[in-house]
């Protein structure tokens, strides 16, 4: 009896019989009755004959590794194969396999190299395969790339040759049902009190809000923490290419594009259902991304009537943002001139909120600014909160402060004609104090 810590490679030796082990298992058994006897008795005839295969002679399958393998054999047909177990780490935001001998994983904003492997690319190829198909989705040498939601609400994105040189590569950015509130983005560092409290007023007070920051900055839960204070009187609509938001309010319609059927035909964009929305009767329409010519009805919608929508743009900075709108506004078809474009961006959009992920995995409210109009051509955009970094410690922790600028925002009057007063000495020039004691004040 061979133990796999006695192989020279005890990982790719386990899967490698695992692969052969479940090619028996589809052999021998059936798919087609799981209807017929029910999925219950079905799946423990699977575990047993799992049990039954792994324990034979020739097998050469070490006692303690059996429980292990049967397992991973059921993990192939109803689960997540070798990443299972992955999948059911919470502290895991993206799974990442590049090849059937690297996988990645990023916990707290931070990569890291797993031990896991699959068989060999074929092995990988298949797990792929079968993850697409159960979304409903095709992936062959004809369509080598798909994006797919999974069952439980993840975004799947599989490359495989002749596009991906080194093997199928498979990106899953998970889903999480434990969204952070502001109170705990305060206790961690993401955001002053006082940042806290000013955009729960803005939100309250239907100030139009863009999000900005790169992939895995943040952008979705911000804008999940800011769906919270819409008031449950409000009908609101969200677009979304992925749904991912989770708001609370009982009068709220989720909307997702659809991609093209393997004929090319049946797409739904961001542009199609945000046109279609606004007959909804929506108080507030939520875009999850503005990516293209989407962006130019959203701005429309935000100048008519429509106060208080929200939405996050893929960007470095705020100017970066406000630069990829009046690019996105050109890419509508629209021919508008730089001045008319930036002129209707400003008289949208009074709120700009960019979030970054620092070198050490910490996300952070980088900016909070305001957008007051436009003057010779250049927009007139004040920071009212600021992150500013210091320097980086001894473990890699970087060091910083979050500052009130002094400016004094135009949009307070807006709020006190809601009924939202804030006091105007949260804006004097100061650092402003965060972590546990900051958020218990």
Known sequence: MVAFSDTL??????????????????????????????????????????????????????????????RELLDEIYGFGPIQHLMDDPSVS?????????VFVERNGILERTDVRFADDDHLLHFIQRL?????????EVSPMV?????????????????????PTLSIRRFKT????????????????????FLIHSVRSRLNVLLSGGTGAGKTTM??????????????VTIEETAELQLQQADVVGLETRMPNVEGKGIITQRDLLR????????????????????????????????????????????????????????????????????????AIQLFVHVARLSSGERKVMRISELTGVTNGEFDLEDIFVYRMAGIDSRGKVLGSFYATGYEPQCLRRMATKGFDLNPRIFAARELKTGAAAAAR
């Open 94 to 102: 993206d799974v990442l396999v590049n090849g059937a001998d690297s």
């Open 178 to 197: 434990n969204i952070l509130e502001f109170d705990d983005m305060v206790k961690l560092g993401t955001l002053a009190p006082e940042m806290a409290d």
């Open 276 to 347: 279609n929305s606004l007959r909804m009767r929506p108080d507030r329409i939520i875009v999850g991304e503005a990516r293209g010519a989407e962006v130019l009805d959203m701005l429309q919608a935000m100048n008519t009537g429509h106060d208080g929508s929200m939405s996050t743009v893929h960007a470095n900075d705020t100017r970066d943002a406000l630069q990829r709108l009046e690019l996105m506004i050109a890419l509508s078809g629209a021919e508008l001139p730089p001045s008319v474009s930036r002129q209707y961006i400003a008289s």
């Open 147 to 167: 994006d797919a939601k999974l069952a439980d609400g993840s975004r799947l994105h599989a490359v495989i040759p002749p596009l991906a040189l080194r093997g």
């Open 9 to 70: 490679d005890p990982s790719r030796h386990f899967q490698q019989l695992k692969t052969r082990l479940h090619r028996q298992i589809v052999d021998a058994i059936d798919m087609s009755k799981a209807g017929e006897i029910g999925e219950g008795e079905f799946r423990r005839q699977l575990e047993a004959l799992a049990n039954h295969l792994v324990a034979r002679p020739e097998v050469g399958l070490a006692q303690a590794d059996r429980p292990k393998m049967v």
């Open 132 to 140: 697409v198909g159960q979304a409903g989705r095709r992936i062959d």
């Open 223 to 236: 804008l999940n923490n800011l769906g919270r204070f819409i008031p449950a009187s409000e009908r609101v």
